[in-house]
């Protein structure tokens, strides 16, 4: 059978013209043509990500860099935010590199609120926070902006923002907030292959690191920016993953982001409305809803393991049965990267085929 396309919310399709741009006869690292890639991709990188600073180039998953955050920034105190399966973990990543950390935790399907991050910075001692802004197990976009100004009012304490399922779909003010690092894998938003993250430091990020002992290499941010400055990485990048990411950068900026986010706003209400036919629910409430993927409740109680074989099986899309603790409960439908209009038509006609059998 041949593979699925994908809807799952991450890694998610890849168009062909990300493979062919992929596909290049292989380069050295440490010369040239490397460098001029590199600092090719800053000015469209930047603007995406809406930062005069550069962006870094990790050659991991976001978690790489999430673990990172931690490494470099904190010496004293971190405060996670948790709220569904990936900011629950960073509390955990953090305890397992040996600091010292506190959460708030709200149920899976809420927001952080930022009144109550105020109370908890204001009782003292921490030096870190990381929040994520799409939670994508559970479909809840953050009210970022609020969480950061919070954070601002607290000084030698930064912030750590994971963008991953929300960066390139939505504007996220980087630079203009005072986010202190800014990260991102780029299976799901971007739209490319699994491979590398993208990240950007702060002045201030900057200078914590320089006192923060215990840092490592792989993910030593001071690394990347003395690497950074000579337009190279600290280790050999997976070079054909920044090919990939060359491409997509011009692509994005030639639909133009404001287009982008539209276009998003656009299919993730498509993909509301297909469930609100049938009555699924919302799992995230009105108000902190994702705009790249739909967490819907299986408030009908279909047999999702079932209906997702019976769509792949019969129209080969791919949709999520549901992460973590709410598998099952809870099935995701993304709408993130390349799709427009016509292509989420094509996977609900899918849908609407097969899920009358298990209603
Ligand atoms: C997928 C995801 C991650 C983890 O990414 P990896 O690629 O597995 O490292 C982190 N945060 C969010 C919000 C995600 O969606």
């Known amino acids: ?30 010369g040239k043509d ?19 600073r ?7 998953s976001a978690w790489g860099v999430m673990e990172a955050c931690v490494r470099n920034l904190v010496q004293k105190k971190v405060l996670t935010l948790c709220c569904g399966a990936f900011s629950d973990k960073w509390f955990s990543v953090a305890k397992s590199c040996g600091k010292e950390a506190e959460k708030i935790q709200v149920e ?26 799409n939670e994508t ?15 601002k009012e607290f000084p030698g304490v930064l912030i750590a923002v994971d963008t991953v399922s929300s960066i390139t779909a ?3 003010e980087t630079e203009a907030l005072g986010i202190d690092v800014l990260l991102a894998g780029v299976q799901k938003a971007f739209a490319l292959p699994p491979g590398i993250s993208v990240f950007t430091l702060s002045e201030e990020a900057v200078k914590r690191a320089e006192t923060t002992e215990g840092r490592g290499y792989y993910f030593d941010f001071l690394e990347f920016v003395k690497n950074g400055a000579k337009n190279n990485t600290p280790s050999t990048p997976a070079i054909s993953l920044i090919w990939g990411l060359k491409d997509k950068v011009d692509e994005i900026l030639e639909e133009g982001l404001e287009k982008r986010y539209a276009r998003h706003e656009t299919l993730n209400q498509m993909v509301k ?24 409740a299986n408030n009908l109680d279909i047999d999702v393991p079932a209906f997702i074989k019976a769509v792949r099986n019969k129209h080969n899309f791919l949709i999520n049965g549901g992460y973590g603790k709410v598998k099952g409960s809870t099935f995701r439908i993304s709408n993130m990267g390349d799709e ?16 009358p059998d298990f209603l």
């Open 1 to 30: 059978m041949s593979k699925p396309k994908l809807f799952i919310p991450g890694p998610i399709n890849v168009s062909q013209r990300t493979y062919a741009a992929m596909n290049q006869t292989m380069i050295g690292h440490r």
């Open 34 to 52: 490397f460098e001029e890639l590199y600092a090719s991709i800053q000015p469209g990188l930047r603007e995406i990500v809406k930062t005069t």
């Open 54 to 60: 550069p962006v870094y180039l990790s050659t991991s």
């Open 108 to 133: 899976w399907g809420e927001a952080i609120d930022p009144e109550v991050v105020r109370a908890k910075l204001a009782e003292g001692g921490f030096d870190l926070v990381t929040v994520v802004h």
């Open 137 to 151: 197990s559970t479909g809840v976009m953050n009210p970022i902006e609020d969480i950061v100004k919070v954070v």
């Open 170 to 172: 939505v504007p996220v």
């Open 273 to 296: 409305d297909w469930g609100a036919k049938y009555g699924f629910e919302n799992f995230a409430p009105e108000g902190c809803q994702s705009k790249t993927l739909v967490t819907f």
């Open 340 to 355: 427009t209009v016509e292509s989420m038509k094509e996977l609900f006609a899918a849908l609407d085929d097969v899920l």
